[in-house]
């Protein structure tokens, strides 16, 4: 029987494959283009419909901007005017004339009392008394809105649609104070829409967030002054910002394609309704000249099979003896070549992913839904220090150990994963070592349906991201850090400058003065940078203020403890130093070869720890007690006043200055884990 089967199948083939072939070939061919043709024209009117709606949205959102710009505008030149003033104001009706002049999409601008009552307008269309009638203005506004949105309302002689923007006028209180309305006419925006290159049939309006038309654009007549409740409009617009749907119109029953987009932040969208049989129009064109050409072909084609028929027949009988020797061997053959080919397939895919797995500071899970059973990498050990077996096969063990403040909205992804809302999610949150700390974990997931897209398993990958979690926060202080010694050292350097200007007279001298007051506190900044603002050593900070007084005959006598101060002390004590050795140069120890100077401190214990400096100087002949104090007897004597209760002595002694100095020392802070 079977043998007679495939006889059959035999004699057939060559006639059959020829004949149909012929027949069918061309026709499949012709659907096939016009299917790529459609495809193609298919996302030429999505990406046009998408670009003709960011256009729109683009004109409208400036008109919409420049009727908010110039509502505040006239709020601000309201000012506190009462209403009574206002309405007696010329100066208000120019301003006002002044924006109707230059904003064509104005209709009207009417300045309202809290009672209703217009107090100054400018109408270039009639349209305040029918604003007010029909508004709803008072009772959105009395609460405290940003701005209002009114529904499409017509001009007193029904000739003109528009809309009107407005919002309260300022108010130091709070308390409802009046309103401020701007008419827009519709015609602006259709003008414009009028210059873009869409068919009669589409449609191009403006839609507030209720589905209420503002302004509307179609050689279609429009049913309703709304957007339908059940419509797919308000699903989407409630999702996102903007989008696609298709829908057949209720104006002429024709199915059309709408793309939407909001307004920023106000309550309307644009939005730009296609034509779907009149934008295919060219596709069943192209599609009606393949079909003639395919069927001219397979007319053409159908003829040579007959020519080709006897010489098939002859043919077949061989071809399928020679067929049956061979096909029994070659599919043994390639059967078992297939199979070898996919072990191996199969062996180096898991290899691959063995040591993909093994090598990533992490692990990898596969949650089934249904059972509730995980399965976890051995990576686990090293991400958490707890093997697969204590971890067991279920997810309340990894729930346990979330901290309390992320479990929550750990819990209502895995529940989206259950309910088959996101296909993929990655979350950070912390959860607990093995040592008890907290460590940060970036977990990113994947949703696995069956068949019948229903959720069936969760595939991803936890990682250990806690140095980077600490990194991101110690950058974030080092950068705040950084941003207070600036502000600090730019009020220093202004300080300098202003009380070394306010006692020097001479430009040079005080250019002199300065560049050595700014050299002392560039010199504790440089000893402050490599010790990243934390502390600086007392002995550097002297040595460094005093090396350039340091002579062959010159004795210079410096001793003391091994002893750190903080950053604000010891830029404050820097400017101090400089300060007596100036006036040492002046008129002390640096001012005659005999003189001397010895500089000594002592640290006392306390809480905190003090440092006592002493500044001393010997042999000075005849010391010269100052008649004023100029700014920097004062900076020596008040240097160290803001610095952790930091003072100052300074004595005239015969002999030389002696200055006594008394400064917290500085204490490392010990860092939390």
Not at 383 to 409: I, K, N, Q, T, V
Not at 550 to 579: F, M, S
Request: neutral net charge; charged residues 25%; hydrophobic residues 40%.
């Amino acid at each position: 029987m079977n043998h007679r089967i495939a006889s059959l199948i035999g004699r057939l083939r060559p006639l059959g494959f020829l004949f149909w072939g012929s027949l069918i070939a061309p026709l499949v061919a012709a659907a096939s283009f016009s299917w790529v043709l459609s495809q193609r024209s298919s996302a030429e009117i999505i990406s046009e419909a998408e670009q003709t709606a960011a256009i729109v949205r683009e004109h409208a959102l400036r008109v919409f901007d420049a009727q908010e710009s110039a509502m505040i505008a006239i709020d601000l030149r309201l000012g506190t005017m009462s209403w009574d003033e206002i309405r007696q104001s010329d100066s208000i009706r120019e301003f006002l004339d002044g924006l109707m002049q230059s904003s064509p999409q104005m209709a009207a601008i009417l300045l309202v009392d809290p009672n209703g009552e217009i107090a100054a307008a400018r109408d270039n269309s009639k349209w305040a008394p029918s604003l007010l009638l029909k508004e709803d203005y008072a009772q959105v506004l009395r609460a405290p809105a940003r701005l209002y949105l009114s529904p499409a309302l017509d001009s007193k002689n029904g000739a003109e649609l528009g809309f009107v923007l407005g919002r309260r006028r300022s108010n130091r209180s709070g308390a409802f104070d009046g309103a401020i309305l701007i008419a827009t006419r519709a015609s602006y925006f259709e003008d414009f829409w009028s210059a873009l290159s869409v068919s009669p049939s589409d449609v191009i309006s403006i839609i507030r967030d209720d589905g209420a038309l503002l302004a509307r654009y179609s050689g279609v007549r429009a049913t309703s002054a709304a957007i339908p409740q059940n419509s797919p409009f308000f699903e989407l617009s409630s999702k996102k910002s903007e989008g696609l749907y298709q829908v057949r119109s209720s104006s002429d029953g024709g199915d059309r394609l709408y793309a939407f987009s909001k307004l920023g932040p106000f309550p309307a969208y644009v939005r730009i309704g296609v034509d779907l049989y009149a934008a295919f129009a060219p596709w069943r064109a192209q599609t009606a000249v393949l079909i003639a050409i395919a069927i001219g072909a397979s007319l053409a084609f159908s003829s040579l099979t007959r020519i080709a028929q006897g010489r098939e027949e002859r043919l077949s009988a061989e071809i399928e003896r020679r067929r049956r020797a061979e096909t029994s061997l070659m599919a043994r053959d390639e059967h078992v070549a297939a199979l070898h080919k996919a072990e191996t397939r199969l062996l180096l895919s898991g290899q691959r992913f063995r040591v993909a797995v093994g090598a990533m500071a992490g692990i990898v899970y596969d949650w089934r839904i249904s059972t509730g059973a995980i399965y976890r990498s051995d990576g686990l050990s090293r991400l958490l220090g707890f093997s697969a077996e204590e971890a067991g096969a279920d997810l309340a063990w990894w729930l346990e150990r979330l901290h309390p403040d992320d479990r929550p909205r750990f819990e209502a992804q895995c529940g989206k994963f259950e309910s088959g809302v996101i296909e993929e999610q990655a979350e950070e949150y912390r959860i607990k070592h093995f040592d008890g700390r907290w460590i940060y974990v970036w977990d990113r997931g994947s949703l696995i349906r069956d068949h019948e897209g229903k959720p069936v398993r969760v595939i991803g990958s936890a990682i250990d991201i806690t140095e980077r979690k600490y990194a991101e926060e110690r950058q974030q202080i080092l950068i705040n850090e950084l941003n207070h010694r600036v502000k600090n050292t730019l009020a220093m350097v202004q300080s300098i400058t202003v009380q070394t200007a306010r006692n020097v007279e001479n430009p040079a001298d005080m250019a002199q003065r300065l560049q050595d007051r700014l050299l002392a506190l560039s010199k504790a900044h440089d000893q402050l940078i490599r010790t990243s603002w934390e502390s600086v050593d007392l002995r550097e900070l002297v040595e460094n203020e005093l090396t350039p007084y340091k002579q062959r005959d010159r004795c210079i006598k410096i001793e003391g403890p091994v002893a750190k101060l903080n950053a604000a002390t010891g830029v404050a004590l820097a400017l101090v130093l400089h300060e007596l050795a100036t006036n040492a140069v002046k008129y002390g120890a640096f001012s005659i070869a005999s003189g001397r100077l010895e500089v000594s401190w002592s640290i006392e214990p306390g809480d905190p720890p003090r440092v006592r400096l002493k500044w001393r100087e010997h042999e000075v002949p005849a010391v010269m007690i100052p008649v004023s104090r100029g700014f920097g007897t004062r900076l020596i004597e008040r240097g160290l006043a803001g610095v952790g209760g930091g003072s100052t002595s300074l004595e005239f002694r015969a002999g030389g200055v002696v200055c006594s100095l008394d400064m917290p020392l500085f204490r490392q802070s010990r860092r939390p884990h």
